[in-house]
């Protein structure tokens, strides 16, 4: 027993020694020339900031690199079990390319990925190549064992070198496959290490500062509390709706049956009109317990999700609106959902009642692990942050989900309001 189960752990050993083997050589052809483009965009367009053109490609780039070093921290954690975590401060609310890509400049994590990625191409091309090295070129030496060494000879009588055994017989061609079974052992048992090493690289190179992380911490305490008093201000809202709302007419309609009550016998037509103003009383509460549940969670968003709520949430404006859904293959967990939606449908409101808009448009996509959300109108412009216009309260309910809001509406319009949650799909 104690045989078959060495044989087991062997065998799932050199599984993971050539998968590792695989998966080292697929990350070093394909990691080499998107971390060389990654590096050369980025100085290119950092170089080409003072002219303007810079400043319109830098967001773009920057956030091209960060998200491929997302992909790579993913890699890390699924294939080498190291956790690299990311500290990116929150990309700026402003429509101003130059400010934008004078915020992204001063985040440590942009100039830490710069320099992942000069390390990415150089010692982690090498390290990530090593495993494949391992596991093939032992099969060059035992093919020399073979007779290959006949074939590969530089034709003047001179040896070939496999390693530092010279081969031109075949005792040294066997020499050259013992060196192999050598070479194949070291593979069997250190590939799934140097494997790791390239992955500990990477987290050496990624991973924030403890005064990033401690800021971090800091935005995200600040971010929590605000969502605190928001939950707060809301559940006193619906208190607050409930109490001079539903719970009046509710009152009200007690009273009137007990009056009908005694005039049922006394004067039967003046108790059908109060029975009368008892059931539209009803209907409205009703209508009120709706509308108020619906401000809580609305039905269809938990039945069908997002996308059509929001088309839900479009058909009910004044404003002509068209909606675009690009979510695929799952959906969003219910928070991050609910607070999609009542962020959409602030901004639809703001729409409606400030922009003097003809024609609104969303756009809701779910790629590379975020969830994106723009509102744009066709008004005067003019939104900011602050200014009355509900965005502070929008960019709160972000803050506590790690999102971020940007606000694009020069005067005379159209006005776009940009958001990007980090999420996935269930």
């Known amino acids: 027993m104690n045989t078959n189960t060495k044989s087991g752990e062997g065998g799932s050993r050199a599984r993971g020694t050539v998968l590792a083997a695989g998966r080292g050589l697929a990350l070093a052809v394909g990691s080499l020339p998107l971390s060389i483009l990654g590096f050369c965009l980025s100085l290119v367009s950092m170089a080409l900031i003072p002219i303007g053109v810079g400043a319109l490609t830098t967001p773009w780039v920057v956030k091209g690199v960060r998200a491929y070093a997302e992909r790579r921290r993913a890699l890390a954690e699924r294939w080498g079990g190291v956790r690299v975590p990311s500290a990116y401060r929150p990309v700026p609310r ?61 034709g003047d009588g001179g040896a070939y070198w496999y390693g530092f055994v010279p081969v031109d017989d075949q005792a040294s061609a066997f020499g050259a496959g013992a060196l192999a079974a050598a070479l194949l052992f070291v593979a069997h048992r250190h590939t799934l290490n140097v494997f790791r090493v390239h992955f500990l690289l990477t987290a050496a190179m990624l991973t924030p500062s403890q005064a990033e992380l401690a800021e971090r911490v800091r935005v995200l305490t600040e971010s929590r509390r605000d969502a605190v008093d928001t939950s707060a201000a809301e559940l006193r809202r619906i208190e607050r709706d409930l109490h001079d709302g539903a719970q009046a007419r509710l009152v009200a309609m007690g009273m009137d049956l007990g009056t009908v009550e005694m005039l049922v016998d006394k004067d039967p037509e003046k108790a059908k009109a109060l029975l009368a103003q008892t059931r539209r009383s009803s209907a409205e509460a009703l209508s009120e317990l ?6 809580i969670h609305p039905p269809v968003l938990a039945e069908r999700g997002l996308g059509d709520a929001v088309r839900a949430l479009a058909l009910r404006l004044p404003v002509a609106t068209e909606v675009s859904v690009e979510i695929e293959g799952g959906r969003l967990d219910a928070p991050v959902e609910s607070a999609a939606y009542f962020a959409v449908s602030e901004l639809l409101t703001n729409a409606v009642k400030h922009s003097g808009a003809d024609r609104i448009w969303v756009d809701l996509r779910h790629e590379s692990g975020r969830l994106r959300l723009s509102v744009t109108d066709d008004g005067t412009g003019g939104a900011a942050i602050g200014a009355g216009s509900g965005l502070a309260g929008v960019e709160r309910r972000l803050g506590t989900f790690d999102g971020v809001l940007a606000v694009s509406s020069p005067a005379g319009g159209p006005t776009m309001v940009t958001m990007e949650i980090p999420c996935v799909l269930s």
Do not use: H, I, K, Q
Request: without cysteine; hydrophobic residues 55%; charged residues 20%.
């Open 94 to 154: 402003t429509g101003d390319p130059f400010r934008l890509s004078l915020a992204l400049l001063r985040d440590p994590a942009t100039w830490r990925d710069l320099r992942w990625l000069l390390v990415d191409m150089t010692a982690g091309f090498v390290t990530a190549l090593l495993p494949a090295v391992l596991v093939l070129y032992p099969l060059e030496g035992f093919a020399l064992a073979a007779g290959l060494w006949r074939v590969v000879g530089d």
């Open 290 to 295: 709706r509308d108020l549940v619906r401000g």
